[in-house]
């Protein structure tokens, strides 16, 4: 990963070249986005520019000894910490026994997130984290002399599914490195690490990919018409990986529609009836799917409320939801979406966390037909 491969991002790019440039090079710092805007390819494109041989003043050669193993992701100095999930009863796993899918899930898909490493897997619902034993690992590592490069890089994906004990114990490795060694944690929610490692981290605030920018990398990269891309930019809110999951999406879109529609219409009178088949049926098309339909309905509940604040320009709806809107949106206003927003966000959360989905949708349907009423 180049720094010209990375969508946008050019005030964060500049900050990172001038400060290797000034020789100003913290020894920890905390990438820190909300998810695919390109938190982990900065990591790095930084780590590759610090040890290109032949840099210029705004990227890598890319030809050089050692771009040619960053290529790979196989430059010795450069170590990697993911959450993973433990292989055995009682035995912590490490990041080093799931290398191999890692380097090819950031190589042919940089611009990811939790779910889709947990389904490179095959491990939806097991338990992700950084366990102890990584602690014990990264000590070691980072104890040793570098093997060729300036720089020894150690760059942590989710600092903040990282195990207590771990964390502890990096404290004075973080605060206190070896010579010539970085620690690049890369933070999706750097409200749940701990304030002790956030304090002796520079924070890099990667922000939104902006609207022009996104909008180019959706026409090069996944051959759209303008206004598809423009639909899309506009459900990504700033995050390629989102642009990817809406494209990916669209077909199941329809489906999705669909279902909220019925649920919106038992939820509403309601109809205890009608309403347990369809949490049955939902129910039973697994946890992701349920997840999907409720990021569906995160989503047009937004545009219904926006429909009705703002000129029509700025919503995307499709034909078929926009003749649903017609009536539903007079529902959505300023007394309920938020609660709304809420109850739905909650919804997700509990499914995520392995919540009895029937109890969770049938709450949401009770919570739903109060709401609308408002």
């Known amino acids: 990963m180049l720094f010209k491969d990375i969508i946008g991002q050019q005030a964060v790019k500049k900050k990172l070249l001038q400060g290797v440039s000034e020789n100003r090079i913290p020894h920890a710092q905390l990438f820190a986005g909300n998810g695919g805007m390109g938190e982990l390819p900065?990591?790095?494109?930084?780590?590759?520019?610090?040890n290109c041989k032949e840099r210029t003043a705004d990227d890598s050669c890319g030809k050089c000894s050692s771009c040619v193993k960053f290529n790979k992701l196989i430059h010795p100095d450069l170590h990697f910490v993911f959450p993973v999930f433990k292989k055995k009863t009682n035995q912590d796993s490490i990041s080093d026994d799931f290398l191999p899918e890692w380097r090819e899930l950031v190589l042919n898909t940089p611009y990811f997130g939790q779910s889709q490493w947990f389904s490179m897997l095959n491990a939806e619902n097991k338990q992700f984290s950084i366990f102890k034993q990584e602690s014990h690992q990264i000590i070691k590592k980072l104890n040793l002399k570098t093997f060729e490069a300036d720089y020894k890089t150690m760059i942590i994906w989710l600092p903040e599914r990282m195990n207590l004990t771990a964390a502890n114990k990096l404290l004075k490795m973080i605060?206190?490195?070896?010579?010539?060694?970085?620690?690049?944690?890369?933070?999706?929610?750097?409200?749940?690490?701990?304030?002790?490692?956030?304090?002796?981290?520079?924070?890099?605030?990667?922000?939104?990919?902006?609207?022009?920018?996104?909008?180019?990398?959706?026409?090069?990269?996944?051959?759209?018409?303008?206004q598809q891309a423009r639909k899309i930019v506009h459900l990504a809110n700033g995050s390629y990986l989102k642009a990817l999951k809406a494209l990916e999406n669209d077909a199941d879109d329809k489906k999705y529609h669909q279902l909220f529609v019925t649920f919106m219409r038992y939820s509403y009178k309601p109809s205890v009836e009608d309403i347990l088949p369809f949490i049955d049926g939902l129910a039973s098309e697994g946890r992701e799917k349920i997840k999907g339909f409720l990021n569906y309905s995160l989503q047009f509940l937004r545009e219904c409320f926006i429909k009705g604040m703002a000129p029509s320009d700025i919503v995307y709806m499709s034909e078929e939801e926009e003749q649903f809107s017609q009536k539903f949106a007079k529902l959505i206003h300023q007394r309920n979406i938020y609660q709304l927003t809420d109850e739905f966000n909650a919804a997700f959360y509990h499914i995520e966390s392995n919540g009895y989905e029937k109890i969770i949708l049938l709450d949401l349907s009770i919570k739903i037909s109060v709401l609308l009423k408002r």
């Open 42 to 50: 900065l990591a790095i494109a930084y780590a590759r520019y610090l």
């Open 175 to 226: 605060e206190e490195p070896p010579p010539y060694t970085i620690f690049l944690l890369v933070s999706e929610n750097p409200g749940k690490m701990l304030q002790t490692i956030i304090s002796r981290t520079q924070l890099i605030k990667v922000p939104p990919i902006e609207a022009e920018e996104m909008e180019k990398a959706v026409l090069e990269k996944l051959s759209l018409s303008e």
